[in-house]
């Protein structure tokens, strides 16, 4: 009977210690603020996104730990030490289940663990304002340049020399000149992604291209456009 009267006054005592000993640990940061803020961000041919931006803590923070998440996901984290600065980053991301996607930066102030140790906390964070940011999925055309030779008269019309590529999507490409309807001409054979285009227009009006990708199975591509008769 004694051993379990004592088993229990353990079991007690546990209990009625244990929040004092979560105090204590949440005692650590107990004044510790932060901030964080994206004040550039791009979306480049490579596939990368490239930010940068401000960070701060406060409130006897020695140091913070910064996060980088895109749709909240964690692709980044690394620690910093002192009280403001500046960050940069560059991810590679191709998540093409929607366009349009957001980076934020989560910042954990840190305190003095000593012996050269930074303690992050992590229930003092505070979170950036999203900023979005659209990539292209599937196919992609554009036209590098455009050689002209023009005629004059009541309607002037141009010959061209057109040097247009095509990336993003599946293996190969078929090109074809027009604005996506059924009956567009195709003007490239089947490519991974380079033609040079013989074709005729009136100056002024819009020159148009665009892909088809997957031997031309997939959807087609934004129009690539360019004036006629103009650099």
């Known amino acids: 009977m004694r051993q379990r009267g004592f088993l ?3 079991v007690i005592a546990s ?3 244990a929040p004092a000993a979560w105090a204590a640990e ?5 004044a510790t603020d932060a ?3 994206v004040t550039e961000l791009t979306y480049n041919k490579d596939g990368q996104v490239v930010a940068s931006g401000t960070w701060e803590v406060s409130g006897g923070a020695a140091g913070a730990m910064l996060e980088f998440r895109i749709d909240n996901e964690r692709y980044q984290a690394e620690t910093r030490t002192g009280t403001s600065g500046t960050w940069s980053v560059v991810q590679s991301f191709s998540v093409c289940d929607r366009p349009l996607h957001a980076l934020r ?3 954990y102030p840190s305190v003095s663990g000593g012996e050269g140790r930074l303690r992050h906390c992590l229930k003092r964070f505070k979170r950036s304002e999203l900023v979005q940011f659209e990539i292209p999925c599937g196919a992609q055309t554009s036209i590098d340049h455009c050689a002209w030779e023009c005629e004059g008269g009541d309607v002037p019309h141009c010959a061209a020399l057109c040097a247009v590529t095509a990336t993003g999507g599946k293996l190969p490409y078929l090109l074809y000149q027009g604005t996506g309807d059924a009956k567009d001409p195709k003007v490239g054979d089947s490519s991974e992604g380079s033609w040079t285009v013989q074709t005729t227009c009136k ?5 148009s291209f665009y892909v088809r990708d997957n031997y031309g ?12 008769g103009e650099e």
């Open 105 to 107: 930066v989560f910042v």
């Open 217 to 228: 199975r997939g959807r087609p591509s934004p129009r690539a456009e360019k004036i006629c």
């Open 203 to 207: 100056r002024g009006e819009k020159l």
């Open 15 to 17: 209990i009625l210690l």
């Open 26 to 30: 949440e005692d650590i940061c107990p």
């Open 35 to 37: 901030k964080g803020a």
């Open 8 to 10: 229990l006054l353990a």
